[in-house]
């Protein structure tokens, strides 16, 4: 059974970099029809996508976020990142890592449990 | 970019009756290949969100089936036939015809 998980700091001081890295398990991350996602949720407010990975590296990126964004995969250890750089407070969020299934349901069929990232000094 | 609106934000309702959440998209859904990818997501409280419909009215696997989807172009809709205790949380549309926009939430809750 597929799952996801996601892992990194869970502070991070203001103008740094925030990293995450999303585990994939039960399943192999350069499935076809699979983008690898990762969205983000402020506290008590709604979902912002902020960019998607396919296997062999094509990326797309949220526009509000695109100069901050790098999105990564390493099929060796069934892993995708996420790095934002020059972080601030408004970056505090529950980071989610999702899949969205390309072939037939084209929705975020599965997501990890996600992990929250505070900025502060 | 494409923009998602939801009507309304809030929904009290009483258990055992129905609910009904409004998405309205900025631009059309429907994809150059013909198909319409509107989806719906519950998020519980504390819960990660989890898929309930996809391309507009298609349920995904587990969802009970007072859930239905429907809609067409911009405007869609999402019916809880009647609602249970287990149906309170939060109710995203979500869009994925032009990279992917999620509307606002519209939050259900018991009365």
């Known amino acids: 059974q597929l799952q996801l998980q996601e892992s990194g700091p869970g502070l991070v001081k203001p103008s740094e970099t925030l990293s995450l890295t999303c585990t994939v398990s039960?399943?192999?991350?350069?499935?076809?029809?699979?983008?690898w996602v990762w969205i983000r949720q402020p506290p008590g407010k709604g979902l912002e996508w902020i960019g998607s990975i396919y296997y062999s590296g094509i990326t797309y990126y949220n526009s509000s976020l695109k100069s901050r964004v790098t999105l990564s995969v390493d099929m060796s250890k069934n892993q995708f990142s996420l790095k934002l750089s020059s972080v601030t407070a408004a970056d505090t969020s529950v980071y989610y890592c999702?899949?969205?299934?390309?072939?037939?349901?084209?929705?975020?069929?599965?997501w990890g449990q996600g992990t929250l990232v505070t900025v502060s000094p | 970019d494409i923009v998602m609106t939801q009507i309304p934000l809030s929904s009290p309702v009483t258990l055992g009756q129905p609910a009904s959440i409004s998405c309205r998209s900025s631009?059309?859904?429907?994809?150059?290949?013909?198909?319409?990818?509107l989806s719906w997501l519950q998020q519980r409280p504390g819960q990660p969100p989890r898929l309930l419909i996809y391309n507009v009215s298609k349920r995904f696997s587990g969802v009970p089936d007072r859930f239905s989807g429907s809609g067409a172009g911009t405007d869609f809709t999402l019916k809880i036939s009647r609602v249970e205790a287990e149906d309170v949380g939060v109710y995203y549309c979500m869009q994925a015809t032009q990279f992917w926009t999620f509307g606002q939430g519209t939050k259900v809750e018991i009365k």
């Open positions: 999702a899949k969205y299934e390309a072939g037939t349901q084209c929705a975020f069929d599965l």
């Open positions: 631009q059309s859904l429907v994809h150059s290949d013909g198909n319409t990818y």
């Open positions: 039960g399943g192999s991350i350069n499935s076809s029809n699979s983008y």
